[in-house]
């Protein structure tokens, strides 16, 4: 089946830095992948759209400039958390869809838990 | 503005019993419907995807409804057992590739 990669899975850093998160397709290639963020005890919430080659479509509310993504190849997405803030602070979580298989369904990866101190 | 409703409580369901978890949604007119697992600390994990037009899907000890007319879907889980303890999120899609998740409900299957 269609396996997601999700790198790193825990990152601990200082307020102001920035922090990139990596997501992969493994045995397949996505032309959109997307980036979620999840409270504790709350669902997930989208951030923005990857497309590749083009960029990414960000949801209502979400700072284009604040988490900075690229999509450079069909196997790679990076969402980049600029001047990382404690507020920053959530599970970060990364899909992919396979458009050799099923359109409507997501391929997770194991999220990237992120702590600003 | 849309709306999914999961039972935010946990559920508490004997081993060997049928778990039964609900979604409701409002101001929304979904394509199809989907359930993932996810256990802590990790992404969610696709179970089943039922279309508009379908009733009832199957998979394994998985079973799922869709109602489009009380705006509903209901999950069940057959034979449950300890290693079905997670959290269940319910989700909605449309037209577009987006897909709109539930809080999920807790799931605790006591041996």
């Known amino acids: 089946g269609a396996v997601v990669s999700q790198h790193p899975s825990r990152v601990i850093c200082k307020s102001g830095t920035s922090v990139k998160i990596e997501c992969r397709s493994l045995d397949f290639q996505a032309t959109t992948m997307f980036w979620y963020r999840q409270f504790p005890k709350q669902s997930l919430m989208l951030m923005a759209t990857s497309n590749e080659g083009s960029k990414a479509t960000y949801e209502q509310g979400v700072e284009k400039d604040k988490f900075l993504i690229n999509h450079a190849s069909l196997t790679l997405s990076t969402l980049t958390v600029t001047s990382a803030h404690p507020e920053d602070s959530s599970f970060y979580i990364c899909?992919?869809?396979?458009?050799?298989?099923?359109?409507?369904?997501?391929?997770f990866g194991a999220g990237t838990r992120l702590s600003v101190l | 503005s849309q709306k999914i409703e999961q039972n935010s409580e946990a559920l508490n369901i004997q081993e060997g019993k049928t778990a039964t978890l609900t979604c409701n949604y409002t101001n929304y007119s979904p394509a199809y419907l989907q359930w993932y697992r996810q256990d802590p600390g990790r992404g969610p994990v696709f179970l089943l995807l039922?279309?508009?037009?379908?009733k009832e899907k199957r998979k394994e000890r998985l079973k799922v409804t869709f109602d489009t007319t009380l705006k509903q879907s209901l999950f069940h889980i057959t034979a449950s057992q300890p290693a079905d303890s997670a959290t269940y999120l319910c989700a909605l899609g449309g037209g577009d590739d987006k897909i709109i998740f539930g809080k999920g409900t807790r799931l605790h299957i006591l041996p």
């Open positions: 039922i279309r508009e037009n379908e």
């Open positions: 899909s992919a869809q396979d458009p050799q298989g099923a359109r409507d369904i997501q391929y």
